[in-house]
């Protein structure tokens, strides 16, 4: 398993329920790919530097967690037909993740 990080933008017009139902739902999804998470920091609303889809604040989450390499196809697909994602990046930080105490 390799560690990896996703950066959430979640439109800023979500109500707070649909923004957890989304964080929840791709955490679902991830975890049923055979994926440990880490961490999902919720970073809250900020301003952007330039606009997208035509919004200038976006509600920023962070997951961190340790999944094999074929479950971040199905995760980036179903982030990319999540309606309230703007945008997403997924960046992969460590070649070989060991969980502590292993």
């Known amino acids: 398993m390799r560690k990896y990080e996703a950066l959430l933008l979640l439109s800023p017009e979500l109500?707070?329920?649909n923004r957890q139902e989304i964080v929840e739902n791709l955490k679902g999804v991830l975890e049923r790919q055979g994926t440990t998470m880490?961490?999902?920091d919720e970073w809250?609303?900020?301003d952007l530097a330039y606009p997208v889809q035509k919004k200038t604040r976006g509600h920023y989450?962070?997951?961190e967690f340790a999944a094999p390499a074929t479950a971040i196809a199905e995760f980036e697909r179903i982030v990319r037909i999540t309606d309230g994602v703007m945008k997403f990046i997924t960046v992969k930080l460590a070649d070989k993740?060991?969980?502590e105490g292993a």
């Open 15 to 17: 109500a707070t329920d």
């Open 38 to 40: 880490l961490s999902v």
């Open 44 to 46: 809250g609303m900020k």
């Open 61 to 63: 989450t962070r997951f």
């Open 97 to 99: 993740y060991v969980p």
